[in-house]
C-alpha cells in the first residue's frame, strides 16, 4: 500500500486525465478499497464523488491499477539500484520523477542484472580509459591510443581487439542512456514509419495479407485494425514488420545516427578518431537502439490497438444487450436446419420453457405441410404471440415458413422477427443450460435460448461468456484477460443499469448485480425456491452469506414488484426511502399514489428535502424515480422487415434499396443483415454524406437502418452498401476496401472477429492510393471468412 503522498500524486494524475478535481477522485478510490462497485457509486454515492459517472469511474479504475503498479515497481528500482551502492540523489529524482513504466525502465536499463556482456569484459581488461580517452580527444590517432592497451595477457591481442572492446564500452554505454532513450522514443514515436514486407516463398500462403507485402504507413497515424492485422501476419510468418524512422529509411537512419552522435559530443571535422566515434554512433543505433526502440515502439502501439479493438467490442457488446426487449410475451423459437430439421421450442410470457419438438420443412424431407400444422398447434396451445427465428443456416427458408403461418392462421395475430442467434451454440452446450434444461436435448436449447433473448436479450445474453457473443473485431488477437475485464464491466454496468426482478431473474444474470457473486446468487435462486418469492428486499437478508455490506451493494438495482414495499419495485435504494417518508409527510399523498404521476412529482421542489446525508442530486434522482419507477433505459421494441424474394446472394442487384439490422461496428464500419445469411460492409465514408470520425456516431448494433447495394461479389461472398440512398457509395481505391465480417450465423459465434481489415480511403497512406481495382479485389485478408468457413 502507497504512503498518503503517493495517494496524493496519483489522485492529482488521474483527476487530470478524466477530468476532475483531485478530491473526487480520493473519495472514489476509498470507496472502491472498500469494496464498493463501479455502478454503485455511479448512483448511489453521487455527493461523495460529487457526480463522476460510470465512464469516468471504468477509466479511473483502470489507471489507478497502472498507477499503483508503477509506484510499487518504482520502489522495487531503488532498492535494486540502492543495494548495488550506486544509487545517487540525481538518480534518485529521476526515478521519482518517472511518469510512466518506459521511462522508469529507461532509467533501470543499466543497473539491471544482465548477462555478461561485451563492454563488460572490455571494461576488465582495462579499456574503458581508452574508449573516454578517444571520445575526450578525438585528435589522437585510434591506433595508436589502442596500441598502448595491448596485453595479451588480458584477452587484448592487438590494436583491434582493444579498439573492438572500447566499440562495445561505448555502444553500452549509450544504448543505456536514459536521456538519449527517451529523446529517440519520443522522436521515432512522432517520424517512425512502420514497414512490412512479405516473407520470401511466402507469396501464396500469405496471399490474404497481398495489401501488406510491400506496405509503409505513419506509426502516429495507423488504425487500430490495420496494425493488429500486421501483427497477425507477422505472428503467422507470412509478413517481416519493421520501424524507420521516416519515409526514407536511409535518411532516417542517418538523422537517427546524427542524433546519437549529437547527444554524445561527437563531431566530424576530419580529426584522427573522428570517423572511429561516428561508427561508434553508427552501431549503437544499428545494433542496439533501434532494435530496442522498435520492439518497444511496436509493443505500445499493439496495446493501443488492442484498447481500441477491445473499446469497439465493449461498446457493441453493450448496444446488443441494451437492445429493446419484446417483453412478457409467450415467443415460439425456431433455430433453422436443413438436414437437421428446424428446433422448435415455446416458452410462456415469464420464458419458461412450455413445449418442443423439431420438424422437417426443407432438403431432403420437405414436410413442409406437416410443419405448419405443428406450428400452427403449438401457437394455439400456448397462445404464442411472437415467432423469433434464429439467422443462422436456413433462415431465410423458415422465415417463409413463418410467413405463411401467420397467413393461414390469421386469427392467432403472430408477427416474426429475425433474431441474432449469435453464441447459442455456447449456450446449449454450457453448464447454465445443462442445469437449467438437464433433460432437454443439446440441440433443442438454442431454440429455447433463441425465444427468451427476443423476450429479454440482455436476461439471455448474460448466460453467454461475452467473447462468444461475436460482435468485436480482432478479439482472439488481443489480450485476452484484458478483453474478459472489460467486458464483464461492460456486461455489469449494463445489467445494473436496467435493474433485475429479483424474484424471476437467473442465477446468470443475478450474479452481475452489483456486490453480488455466482455463489451469493445462487443462495438467492435457492431461497427463493425454497420459500417463495421475496415479499421484500429486506429478506434479502436471510439469504445465506448475503450480508450488510452486500445488501448495500445490491439492494438498489434489486426490483421487486408487487411486494409489501412499493419503492421495492424501482431504484430507489432502500437507505433513501426516509427521503421518501419526507416527501409523502410534506405532499400528504399516500406513496401508491405519488408513484407514476409525473405532474404532481414533478412540482416538488428537491431542495426542500437534502440534509446532511443525501445531497441534491440524490433527491432529483429519487424524485425522477417516484416519476416512473422502474423505467427501462432500453428503447422501444421494433423490428426489421426483410424484403420478400431475397434471400440468399444471387437474389441483389445493384440500386436495390433494403432494411436491415446493423450487427457490428467496427472502426472502418458497419455490418449490416439484410436477409440473405451474409452481412454487407457499409465502409465509414458510406455511412452519412458527411464526413464522421467514428462509425458509432451515427449507428450502433441493433439498429435498423436502410441500405442501397452498390455491389455484390458472389464468388468471395462480400456485399457493398451504403447508407447514402440518393447517391451511390465511392468506389474504394486498391488497399481501401475492409473485409465482409462473416455473419454470426452457422453457429460459430467467433468467426465475426476472425478477419482482420484492411485500410480506409481516408486512412491509407498516399504512396498505396493508386490503380483502381475492383471493390472486393484488394482486402488485406480477402479469403479469410472462406477459410474459416471451411
Given amino acids: 500500500m502507497q504512503d498518503r503522498n503517493t495517494a496524493r500524486h496519483i489522485a492529482r494524475r488521474i483527476a487530470e486525465e478524466i477530468g476532475a478535481q483531485a478530491r473526487q477522485v480520493e473519495a472514489a478510490v476509498a470507496l472502491l478499497d472498500e469494496g464498493a462497485t463501479v455502478p454503485f457509486i455511479a448512483r448511489y454515492r453521487k455527493e461523495a464523488t460529487e457526480g463522476l459517472d460510470d465512464i469516468q469511474l471504468r477509466e479511473l479504475e483502470t489507471r489507478l491499477g497502472y498507477l499503483r503498479e508503477l509506484e510499487d515497481r518504482r520502489l522495487q528500482v531503488i532498492a535494486s539500484v540502492e543495494e548495488q551502492g550506486k544509487l545517487t540523489d540525481e538518480l534518485r529524482a529521476d526515478i521519482l520523477a518517472a511518469e510512466s513504466k518506459a521511462r522508469l525502465e529507461d532509467l533501470y536499463l543499466p543497473y539491471r542484472t544482465k548477462r555478461r556482456t561485451r563492454a563488460q569484459i572490455a571494461r576488465e581488461a582495462g579499456l574503458e580509459p581508452l574508449a573516454s580517452a578517444l571520445l575526450a ?16 595477457d588480458r584477452g587484448v591481442v592487438d590494436a583491434k581487439a582493444a579498439l573492438d572492446g572500447a566499440r562495445a564500452i561505448l555502444m553500452e554505454r549509450w544504448g543505456e542512456d536514459a536521456a538519449l532513450v527517451g529523446e529517440l522514443r519520443e522522436w521515432l514515436t512522432q517520424v517512425g514509419v512502420i514497414r512490412s514486407k512479405v516473407i520470401e516463398g511466402k507469396e501464396h500462403d500469405g496471399a490474404k495479407y497481398r495489401d501488406y507485402f510491400d506496405h509503409a504507413e505513419a506509426l502516429a497515424k495507423i488504425p487500430s485494425h490495420r496494425m493488429l492485422a500486421l501483427l497477425r501476419g507477422r505472428r503467422e510468418e507470412c509478413l517481416q514488420i519493421d520501424l524507420d524512422p521516416g519515409a526514407d529509411a536511409d535518411a532516417g537512419h542517418l538523422l537517427a545516427t546524427g542524433r546519437v552522435a549529437k547527444h554524445a559530443g561527437i563531431r566530424n571535422e576530419g580529426r584522427a578518431a573522428d570517423q572511429w ?95 405448419l400444422h405443428t406450428l400452427r398447434a403449438l401457437c394455439a396451445r400456448h397462445g404464442v404471440e411472437l415467432i423469433a427465428i434464429g439467422n443462422g443456416t436456413a433462415s431465410r427458408e423458415t422465415d417463409r415458413l413463418a410467413a405463411e403461418l401467420i397467413k393461414l392462421a390469421p386469427e392467432l395475430k403472430l408477427a416474426k422477427i429475425v433474431v441474432s442467434e449469435a453464441g447459442a451454440s455456447v449456450y446449449s452446450a454450457s453448464e447454465i443450460a445443462s442445469r437449467e434444461f438437464p433433460d432437454v436435448d443439446v440441440s433443442l436449447r438454442g431454440a429455447v435460448s433463441i425465444a427468451r433473448r427476443l423476450q429479454d436479450p440482455l436476461a439471455e445474453l448474460v448466460k453467454i461468456e461475452p467473447k462468444a457473443i461475436g460482435v468485436g473485431q480482432y478479439q482472439h488477437d488481443v489480450d485476452q484477460y484484458r478483453l474478459a475485464r472489460a467486458l464483464d464491466a461492460r456486461v455489469e454496468d449494463c445489467v445494473n443499469a436496467v435493474g433485475v426482478h429479483v424474484n424471476t431473474a437467473s442465477a446468470a444474470l443475478l450474479a452481475r448485480v452489483s456486490g453480488l457473486s455466482a455463489t451469493v446468487a445462487e443462495n438467492v435462486v435457492r431461497h427463493r425456491d425454497a420459500n417463495g418469492p421475496f415479499r421484500s428486499r429486506r429478506e434479502l437478508l436471510k439469504v445465506p452469506r448475503l450480508g ?40 400528504g399523498k399516500p406513496i401508491r399514489a405519488l408513484l407514476g404521476d409525473p405532474s404532481f412529482v414533478r412540482g416538488i421542489k428537491p431542495e426542500q428535502f437534502v440534509d446532511d446525508r443525501f445531497g441534491l442530486p440524490t433527491v432529483r434522482d429519487i424524485l425522477k424515480e417516484l416519476e416512473k419507477p422502474g423505467r427501462d433505459p432500453r428503447p422501444e421494441f421494433k423490428a426489421a422487415r426483410f424484403a420478400e424474394g431475397v434471400e440468399e446472394l444471387k437474389d441483389l442487384k445493384p440500386g436495390m434499396v433494403l432494411e436491415g439490422v446493423v450487427t457490428n461496428v467496427a472502426a472502418f464500419g458497419a455490418f449490416v443483415d439484410i436477409g440473405v445469411h451474409q452481412d454487407g460492409l457499409v465502409h465509414i465514408s458510406a455511412l452519412s454524406s458527411t464526413y464522421i470520425k467514428d462509425p458509432r456516431d451515427v449507428v450502433k448494433v441493433g439498429d435498423i437502418v436502410k441500405v442501397r447495394v452498390v455491389e455484390v461479389d458472389i464468388a468471395r461472398k462480400r456485399i457493398a452498401l451504403t447508407c447514402r440512398l440518393d447517391e451511390a457509395a465511392p468506389r474504394p481505391q486498391r488497399g481501401n476496401t475492409e473485409p465482409t465480417r462473416e455473419p454470426a450465423h452457422g453457429r460459430d459465434p467467433n468467426r465475426a472477429a476472425r478477419t482482420p481489415p484492411s485500410a480506409s480511403p481516408r486512412d491509407r497512406p498516399r504512396a498505396t492510393q493508386h490503380k483502381p481495382q475492383p471493390a472486393f479485389a484488394n482486402s488485406a485478408l480477402a479469403d479469410a471468412f472462406a477459410k474459416a468457413k471451411k
Fill in 548 to 587: 450488510d455490506k452486500t445488501f448495500e451493494l445490491c439492494a438498489g438495482f434489486l426490483r421487486i414488484a408487487d411486494g409489501d414495499e412499493p419503492l421495492d419495485a424501482s431504484s430507489v435504494h432502500p437507505e433513501a426511502y426516509p427521503v421518501v417518508e419526507r416527501i409523502v409527510g410534506a405532499t
Fill in 277 to 371: 566515434l561516428m561508427d561508434c554512433a553508427r552501431l549503437t543505433w544499428k545494433a542496439k537502439l533501434h532494435l530496442h526502440l522498435m520492439l518497444d515502439l511496436i509493443a505500445q502501439a499493439r496495446e493501443r490497438a488492442e484498447a481500441d479493438a477491445i473499446d469497439v467490442f465493449g461498446d457493441n457488446l453493450k448496444d446488443l444487450l441494451l437492445s429493446a426487449p419484446a417483453g412478457p410475451r409467450a415467443v415460439l423459437g425456431l433455430d433453422p436446419g436443413l438436414r437437421t430439421g428446424v428446433k422448435v421450442a415455446v416458452v410462456d410470457a415469464t420464458g419458461k420453457l412450455v413445449a418442443t419438438d423439431t420438424i422437417f420443412p426443407h432438403e431432403p424431407r420437405r414436410q413442409w405441410d406437416a410443419s
Fill in 137 to 152: 580527444d578525438p585528435t589522437q590517432s585510434p591506433e595508436a591510443t589502442a596500441a598502448t592497451f595491448v596485453d595479451a
